[in-house]
Every structure is written in C-alpha cells, then in structure tokens.
C-alpha cells in the first residue's frame, strides 16, 4: 500500500481498495497484496519514497532560497557565527586549564634547569 498525500476521499478511496483486496482472498498473506512481495519490497518502496520526499524537500529550499535569499544569507551567518562561537568556548575551555600566570610557569621551568643564578 502506498503512502498517499492528498485530500480525505483520496485517502478514504485507497483504504476501501485495501479492505476489497484483502477481503476477497483472505488465505494469501500481506506479501501479496497489490502484486508487491513482502518486507523486501516495502523497504525498497520506503526507500523510494524517502527519495522522491528528500528531492521534493531540496526543490522547496532551492525555490525558497532564490525568492529570499536575505533571509538565507543570515542564516548562514548565523551558523557561521554559532560555530565560530563554539570553536571560542573550546579554546577558551582548553586555556581555563592552563595555568593562570605564564611567567610563574616560565620561572619554574627556568629554575628547574639550574638558571636561577
């Protein structure tokens, strides 16, 4: 059975086909209604759907996107900034841990080796 996307009437056409066909030959199994053949070639037609959809969805954004692209334009931005904000937070994170006075650190080391005097 496909998927539909339509009106209600469409909807209710496709449901009384369904129950006609299944009703007429009760013994055969869900593999053989509508001359399609079990779970293999549901998951092909899911696929298939999946496609056509993910195609109808980049259509719509490429319409949408030359109609205003202002409005893309910022939210492009906008991701740039939001990923430039969390490679900020991360350095900054990574620097938090370091300790708070370089030259402390640098004396230290310098010490360690013997320069002190």
Do not use: C
Not at 67 to 77: K, L, M, Y
Not at 98 to 105: E, V
């Amino acid at each position: 059975m496909a998927m539909t996307t339509g009106t209600p009437s469409d909807l209710y056409t496709d449901t009384s086909r369904m129950r006609t066909a299944l009703d007429g030959a009760p013994e055969t199994g869900p593999e053989q209604v509508d001359g399609h053949s079990g779970p293999a070639d549901a998951a092909r037609r899911a696929v298939e759907q999946v496609r056509e959809t993910g195609k109808a969805q980049a259509q719509r954004v490429k319409e949408s996107v030359q109609e205003q692209p202002g409005r893309w334009a910022g939210i492009g931005a906008g991701v740039l900034a939001l990923a430039a904000a969390a490679v900020g937070v991360a350095l900054w994170q990574r620097n938090r841990r370091r300790p708070q006075h370089r030259a402390a650190r640098v004396w230290k080391a310098a010490t360690r080796r013997g320069f002190s005097r």
